[in-house]
């Protein structure tokens, strides 16, 4: 019998059933990732993010409404009705000004925006490794990034085998941003997760053992 994590993993790992996935994720309520504010490595190269920016697979919007906050145009996209109007609703509250937008990333490519940054926190990896998916993600990443522009990823790591998931390893990020991306700095973080998550899955307490998500920031060439 498969845990509720286990089942979570699989629900976001299996790409025809992933929207409705994430979509009762969100009913469900709390989900792991749900922090109220950015992970922490956004906010330590905050200084780094110019506008306009996008914010793909936003959520409820924690890390557009960071940006927003600090004087930068901000659009966020996400493909769950529910999560949009979650942040809608905090935009309203927190009287900050933010589009976000129902769209699914795998339309980039058919959109007329471009922006100077993107951030990524925690969509890059659930695109699996070899599937299509992540090549038609990346091709509209290029369309609607200005060259020169830069990608702020956030993205499960090959560390976290242990937890069912299968992250990236460096060489897997460095062959997926050979051609005309630059990938500046790299390095292993620590994540933050929903503590009523945590409280369940102890496993997946960011502050057990080495840090096991990538931060990266990526380039596009000009
Ligand atoms: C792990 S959550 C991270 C949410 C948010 N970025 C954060 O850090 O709190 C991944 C988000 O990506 C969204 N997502 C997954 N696939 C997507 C797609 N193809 N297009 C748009 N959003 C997508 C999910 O609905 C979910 O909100």
């Known amino acids: 019998m498969k845990t509720s994590n286990e089942q979570l993993m699989e629900k976001m790992k299996n790409h025809e059933s992933v929207q409705i996935g994430f979509t009762k994720i969100y009913a469900d309520g ?107 993600y990346l091709k509209g990443l290029t369309h609607v990034l200005k060259p020169g522009g830069r990608l702020f990823l956030f993205s499960f790591s090959d560390k976290m085998e242990s937890l069912g998931v299968d992250g990236m390893t460096k060489q897997e990020l460095y062959k997926t941003f050979a051609d005309g991306w630059e990938i500046e700095s790299l390095k292993l973080v620590r994540g933050e997760c929903n503590p009523i998550f945590v409280a369940e899955f102890p496993e997946w307490n960011p502050n057990n053992g080495e840090p096991k998500m990538w931060f990266a920031i990526i380039r596009r060439k000009e």
């Not at 504010?37 to 920016?53: H, L, N």
């Not at 309203?92 to 007329?112: G, I, P, Q």
Request: with cysteine.
């Open 30 to 136: 709390n989900p792991p990732w749900e922090i109220g504010k950015p992970q922490p490595p956004f906010e330590e190269i905050a200084d780094q993010v110019m506008s306009p920016v996008l914010d793909c697979g936003c959520g409820t919007g924690n890390t557009s409404l960071f940006f927003a906050d600090r004087g930068l145009k901000v659009t966020g996209v996400d493909f769950v009705e529910e999560a949009i109007l979650q942040a809608r609703a905090k935009a309203d509250e927190r009287n900050l000004s933010v589009e976000f937008l129902v769209k699914d990333a795998m339309t980039l490519c058919e959109w007329d925006k471009c922006f100077a940054s993107i951030i990524d926190s925690g969509l890059f990896h659930i695109f699996d490794k070899d599937e299509l998916g992540l090549k038609q």
